[in-house]
Structures are given as structure tokens and as C-alpha cells.
């Protein structure tokens, strides 16, 4: 007789209804919250949702510039404590080619379009890390400095061989 009256006229909802509406579960909202903590998105949600659609940026007060000065290029990038990149600039992107990207008014150049780029974003603080041997190292740091931006530390990660390559064979005589 239950069977009759389901296939007659009582209806149930449907399956797929309740997959399209899950129920809320505050275990899920907590985890999601919490990921947004640790995944930085919690500034940009409830910068979202403060101006109903508006697009604001963040000011970042302080990062990190990292000045890569090779024999063959120059090149600035500048992130946020995270790692985050905020600005960069190389001496390519600058209009440099050939042997003119590796000299030290090209570091200069690539230097202070990545600084500007950065203050524009509200960044007024820097560390400045230089890794490379070339000829633009010291003038791109001279050059953030002459932007504005005050430079706390000054850092050289250049990578050094503890032991070096492996030596040639022995020769035999």
C-alpha cells in the first residue's frame, strides 16, 4: 500500500535537489576561514566584500629587492615579505640589448622603474638582496636609494662553492 501511494501521488524531493543545496556545516565554514588565514586571502575577502565589487589594492609599507646583476643582464625584482612579487624590471624590458644590458646605467634604469613601480603600490621600505658578480650590482642599489625608498638591510646571497667542481684527471707522463 506505501508503495501505491508513492507511485500515485505522494511525492519526495528529488536526489539531486539536495546535492544542488547542501546544508550549511559550520565545521566547513571554520576550515575555509581558516584557510583563507593561512592562505593571506582574509584582507582581500573582507576587502571584497567592504566595496561591493570596487577592486582596491593593498599597501604594502615593506619587502624585499632582489637585484640579480649577471655579466650578461641586470635585473630588479621587488616582493613583498611572503614572497609575493609586487614589481619587476630587467634590462631588456628597460629597451637594452646585446652587450648594453649588463653595464651599470642599465642596472640604474631597471633599478628605478621597478623602485617607482613599488612606491606607487605604497612601498616605502626595502631590503635589498644582490646576487651576481656584474657591473650594474652597486648602481642599482644607489638607485633605489635615490628613489625615496629607505633601505634597511643590504644582503649578498651570491651562491659560493663550498669545496668547487670536481677537478681534471691526473695527467700521466
Request: hydrophobic share 40%; charged share 25%; proline share 4%.
Amino acid at each position: 500500500m506505501a508503495e501505491e501511494n508513492k507511485a500515485v501521488g505522494a511525492t519526495e524531493p528529488a536526489p539531486a535537489a539536495e546535492a544542488a543545496a547542501p546544508a550549511q556545516n559550520p565545521v566547513d565554514d571554520a576550515r575555509s576561514e581558516a584557510m583563507k588565514i593561512v592562505m593571506g586571502d582574509v584582507m582581500q575577502a573582507a576587502a571584497a566584500s567592504a566595496d561591493d565589487g570596487k577592486k582596491r589594492r593593498r599597501s604594502i609599507p615593506a619587502g624585499i629587492a632582489h637585484i640579480t646583476a649577471s655579466f650578461n643582464n641586470t635585473q630588479c625584482c621587488i616582493t613583498d615579505a611572503r614572497g609575493n612579487v609586487i614589481a619587476w624590471s630587467s634590462a631588456g624590458k628597460a629597451g637594452f640589448k646585446g652587450s648594453r644590458k649588463s653595464t651599470a646605467f642599465a642596472g640604474t634604469l631597471v633599478a628605478q622603474e621597478c623602485a617607482k613601480s613599488a612606491i606607487g603600490q605604497g612601498m616605502h621600505e626595502v631590503e635589498v638582496r644582490v646576487q651576481g658578480a656584474g657591473a650594474g650590482r652597486e648602481s642599482a642599489i644607489r638607485a633605489i636609494a635615490n628613489t625615496g625608498m629607505s633601505i634597511s638591510q643590504i644582503k649578498d646571497i651570491t651562491p659560493m662553492p663550498h669545496n668547487g667542481c670536481r677537478q681534471r684527471k691526473r695527467r700521466r707522463v
